[in-house]
């Protein structure tokens, strides 16, 4: 994650080195050292420092350089010999949290990601079939090259006059897991309609004083989360079908809900996690997240 401000050492992902050629990915994959992102069709990853023993890079399909990780597919129907030799296969996001160094893998993520997401043309329905690098598809019916394409989505950390912090749970959440409020940029939209669009709709809250924080790469799929922070000018909340529940927090209360067990929130590895530590002036429990039960 990225701050104007220079920060603290907040989560980043590693593109300061330049993409790598095919001969680059299979000399990396050949170093025991090398993160590798292993990327099922199905979207599920595996995580793990080198091949496993059996896995030939000379049978991966256009493994993909990012820094210093690399990013192979497996397809569940030709590859489920070296599927197997994996092992446990989980949640992308899951999976990041058990990495000593979550920002190295990040770009090896996005890519597997894009990579079994888009395995069809979206203009003929071809056959997508990755360049050598694996950083380009083409569409072997209309010899058209596709790349890989972000979605930005907005975070807000929203207080009120009295600076409680509004923390929200979606329904699929369990009870007291809480976070700040997100959504995506509509086209042809600022970023700043884009919170105070998003805030409205989600809580009915009206907000002022809408300021750029922070941004981090989010590939899960292919999101870029830009963070903000905004004021609300009222408290009077209407939800809507995404939020089940919505509340808001002095330091104290949230601090005494963490304590008491009332109040899960996100993990080290995300914006909200920072934005809310931003606020709060100290750290958070980090197991409150997956590991809720």
Partial sequence: MSGADGGDALLASEHA?????????????????????????DGRAAIRRGLPDGVDPGTLTAPVLAGRAVAIVLDMATDAEAIALFGRFQDPRAALVTVE?????????????????????????????????????????????????????????????????????????????????????????????????????????????????????????????????????????????????????SREGLVTAMEEGRAFVPPDVSIAHHLLVDWLGADVPLATWYDQR
């Fill in 101 to 249: 160094d979550p920002s190295v893998v990040l770009g090896a993520l996005g890519f597997g990601q894009w990579r079994v997401r888009h395995r069809f043309c979206s203009r003929c329905g071809g056959t997508l079939e990755p360049r050598a690098d694996g950083r380009v598809l083409r569409c072997t019916a209309e010899d058209t090259e596709q790349f890989p394409r972000l979605e930005p989505a907005v975070i807000m950390r929203v207080v009120d006059a009295d600076d409680r912090i509004l923390l929200g749970r979606q329904p699929m959440w369990p009870p007291g897991r809480y976070s700040v409020l997100a959504g995506f940029v509509d086209p042809g939209e600022s970023l700043e309609a884009a919170v105070a669009r998003e805030i409205m709709e989600e809580v009915g809250v009206p907000v002022t004083d809408v300021a750029y924080h922070s941004s981090q790469p989010w590939p899960f799929p292919a999101s870029l989360m830009l963070g903000f922070t905004a004021t609300a000018t009222s408290t009077e909340m209407v939800l809507e079908d995404e939020i089940a529940e919505a509340h808001w927090f």
């Fill in 17 to 41: 080195e330049p993409g790598g050629s095919a001969a680059a990915a299979l000399d990396a994959l050949a170093d025991e050292a090398t993160m590798v992102v292993a990327v099922r069709t």
